[in-house]
């Protein structure tokens, strides 16, 4: 067991990281090695202390840099949940690895694209975030997936070999997915409905030739970069869909933090940078 995990590797999470090493604290970070996609697209940053005109890859490289001499290494294993154990916090990944902690600080930022109607209320009751945890769940049943990234498709492709119809719903270009048993849908849902577990995908108008606006479905899968923090941890308190935090980051979770633009505006760099020195320290005097 490490004394703390840290999720997210954008700025908040780097900062944690890099405070919990100067306090001699054991840690993991997830995340991706390419870090903020968020920061990989920003043409520049202008109000950044001390990097004046930066452009968002070269921050990036700066930090990965910076990384690489702390020998902090990211764990690019996509977090499925966290659980609150009696004592401290279990992490179970998208592969089914489990890990322990005392304490998490969560720096997952926030989802770009808006929850579904419907979504939260369905979660475990055939909305799943999670291709590999519960695909097998649906073996030779009908499901939707509503994709955000190519980087996720080879999920598609798992989730395909068991069920029997997959409806996908793409939010990219050049989609390489080519089964028989899956139909492409351009159009978003506006809706999941159902009795006690999903029934229906709706749409606003029908999405396509022989394809209805209230679509039977057994489960709807939504493969996203982020989870929302409510879903990831179970009991998290939020509003407006972000993290509830007091001034050293906790949130109503003992041991459990938050940092950056998961738990509000403004949606800065600075901001999430100091967010994360502030939940690591809050953490290590936990810990004591």
């Known amino acids: 067991m490490v004394d703390c995990i840290i999720i997210g590797s ?13 306090n001699r604290k054991s840690f993991l970070i997830f995340g991706s090695a390419s870090l903020s996609e968020k920061i990989e697209k920003a043409e520049k940053i202008h109000n950044y202390p001390g990097l004046s005109d930066i452009s968002g890859k070269d921050f990036a490289t700066a930090l990965q840099t910076q990384l690489k001499t702390a020998e902090i290494e990211i764990k690019e294993e996509k977090v499925a949940g966290v659980y609150a154990l009696k004592e401290g916090f279990a992490l179970l990944t998208q592969g089914g690895e489990q890990y322990q902690s005392r304490t998490v600080i969560l720096a997952c930022g926030v989802e770009s694209i808006k929850q579904i109607e419907g979504e939260e209320r369905f979660v475990g009751r055939g909305v799943s975030y999670c291709a590999t945890c519960d695909g097998f769940l649906y073996k030779g049943k009908t499901i939707a997936v509503v994709c955000t990234t190519k980087r996720l498709e080879h999920e598609i492709g798992y989730l395909a070999d068991f069920a029997e119809k997959v409806y996908l719903i793409p939010m990219y270009k050049n989609v390489e997915i080519d089964r028989e048993n899956v139909t492409i849908i351009r159009k978003m849902p506006t809706k999941i409905e159902g009795n006690t577990r999903v029934e229906n995908l709706v749409f606003a108008a029908p999405p ?16 996203r970069e982020s989870v929302s923090p409510a879903v990831l941890v179970g009991g998290l308190e939020t509003e407006n869909g ?4 007091k001034r050293d980051m906790s949130t109503n979770l003992v041991g459990c933090y938050a940092a950056g633009d998961c738990t509000g505006r403004p949606y800065q760099y600075a901001k999430a940078v100091g967010e994360g020195n502030i939940a690591a320290h809050a953490v290590s005097e936990f810990l004591k």
């Open 208 to 223: 396509a030739d022989n394809i209805p606006k209230d679509l039977p479905v057994n489960g709807v899968f939504m493969l």
């Open 242 to 245: 972000h993290v509830i935090v």
């Open 10 to 22: 954008g700025v908040a999470g780097i900062s944690a990281a890099l405070t919990l090493q100067a």
